[in-house]
């Protein structure tokens, strides 16, 4: 494990490191040391996308790796699993064909398939991720996310595209990574079968952003953000085009895809904040000729403010301009020094969430905790939609304590007049927040979101 042909380096302050939260295989399996050619017993670890031992970890997407089966005489074989890449080769020895199984389970998630062409084609698709056919019966699809190595030549960029294998790996992030390929000319990450369409197109289609629907989205992006902060990483590519809303979902479900982590750089969490203040400042601002503006005019959020703070003010020209908290925050998000935290519970949030009547609900069985979801559910149907009322479940299981009780949480009319942010209604409504956790995380009904997407028409 230690020469020039070792796949091994070490764990220390990697991305690896940071991310390897869940022990998702742990075997005893003999190893074969090429430096003092030996065979020893050692524990493996399988974490995403990382196989760790003695503290030293290979990154599997940079692997290849096969099977071999020695049968002796007496028919009881030994199986080999060969880890291998162009820097050199790791030989694990397993003690019997059912751990060899277990072990082969990850290894073909995280490692790299090279047949993709001769299992999968591709099929593109206008506005969206491509989907790749696979050639078996069944005609199973998956999202596809292509790279084309040509553009990843360099060492840093290469490293990014591994980084965020790693990334979507370790937070689960949609669509599920299934299988990584590649053929000569590219790499295919293969996830869960969605239509996935990007903010930027969504608006250059005509869709219609309703309120509750932008604040939902905004509010997933920043938890997202938040995410990345725990494990004091940072996401580095938040922008129109690498925000994906899954329009074949019943939820309304998002995915911050392309994240460009780079180890030991100075950007940091603040950077994506000021992004996400961008993105949203696109989407309020976007011209009825169909411009999204590249340039941000503080000047202009403020006089609005200013104006609305008015009696009798008259509504602007911009049609995803909805009320003047939505500009406070937007004021916020571009300025130096907010936190996610903050960001977080905003006004604006508190706006959609306000008038809830909270109800309690018989008490889960713990029988069902392992099938609690980490994300909260934001249900909300078409006609929920039309009369502004909206319905917010919670389920989520790093939260939950076995006493306590779930509540289904309605709404009532949400207030729609224009509301001047104060520092009294934000600190009220931090209380409020943390009191009754009930935005962890959201995703938004969507079998009713009919309403919202028949407006536009997705190809």
């Known amino acids: 494990m230690h020469d020039q042909k070792c796949l091994f380096q070490k764990l220390e302050g990697t991305l690896a490191e940071k991310l390897c939260i869940k022990e998702l295989l742990k075997e005893q399996v003999i190893i074969y040391v090429q430096k003092t050619k030996e065979f020893i017993q050692k524990e493996m670890i399988i974490s995403f996308n990382a196989l760790i031992i003695d503290n030293q970890y290979i990154e599997l997407s940079k692997c290849q790796f096969e099977e071999r089966v020695s049968k002796p005489k007496n028919n009881e074989g030994i199986n080999v699993i060969i880890i291998k890449s162009t820097a050199g080769k790791e030989y694990l020895i397993t003690s019997n064909s059912q751990q060899c199984l277990r072990i082969k389970i990850y290894l073909k998630k995280f490692c790299v398939n090279k047949n993709y062409s001769g299992k999968y084609r591709l099929q593109e698709q206008k506005n969206c991720l491509p989907l790749s056919q696979s050639y078996k019966k069944n005609n199973q699809y998956f999202s596809t996310i292509k790279f084309e190595k040509k553009q990843l030549e360099e060492n840093e960029e290469l490293q990014m595209f591994h980084n965020q294998l790693t990334i979507m790996h370790a937070f689960q992030q949609i669509p599920n990574v299934i299988r990584v390929c590649e053929d000569a000319q590219r790499y295919y990450i293969l996830g869960e079968n969605m239509k996935l369409q990007s903010l930027e197109s969504l608006l250059l289609n005509g869709f219609e952003f309703k309120e509750v629907p932008i604040v939902s989205i905004i509010f997933m992006i920043l938890q997202t953000i938040q995410k990345f902060q725990a494990k004091t990483i940072y996401h580095g590519n938040i922008n129109l085009q690498n925000i994906y809303v899954n329009i ?162 309605r709404c009532q009319l949400i207030n729609t007049t224009q509301m001047i942010p104060s520092k009294k209604k934000h600190d009220d409504a931090k209380i409020s927040l943390f009191r009754s956790k009930t935005f962890t995380s959201s995703t938004i009904k969507r079998d009713s979101l009919h309403e919202i997407t028949k407006q536009s028409t997705f190809k």
Do not use: C
């Not at 961008?278 to 403010?305: A, H, V, W």
């Not at 998000?333 to 309690?360: D, R, Y």
């Open 248 to 409: 074949n979902s019943p939820t309304l479900q998002i995915a911050s895809l392309f994240p460009k982590y780079k180890e030991h750089n100075i950007k940091n969490i603040e950077k994506d904040i000021y992004n996400v203040g961008k993105l949203l400042y696109q989407i309020t601002f976007y011209t009825q000729r169909g411009e999204i503006p590249q340039d941000i005019n503080l000047n202009l959020i403020q006089s609005l403010m200013d104006q609305w703070s008015q009696p009798n003010s008259q509504r602007t020209q911009y049609r995803f301009l909805y009320r003047v908290s939505q500009l406070n925050l937007l004021n916020q998000l571009l300025s130096p020094g907010i936190t996610v935290e903050v960001a977080l519970i905003h006004q604006w949030f508190v706006n959609i969430k306000q008038n809830l009547k909270i109800e309690p609900k018989q008490l889960m069985s713990k029988a069902f905790l392992t099938t609690i979801m980490e994300e909260q559910e934001f249900h909300m149907t078409s006609s929920q939609i039309l009369d502004h009322r909206v319905t917010i479940t919670q389920q989520s299981y790093q939260e939950y304590e076995p006493d306590e009780e779930l509540y289904p949480i």
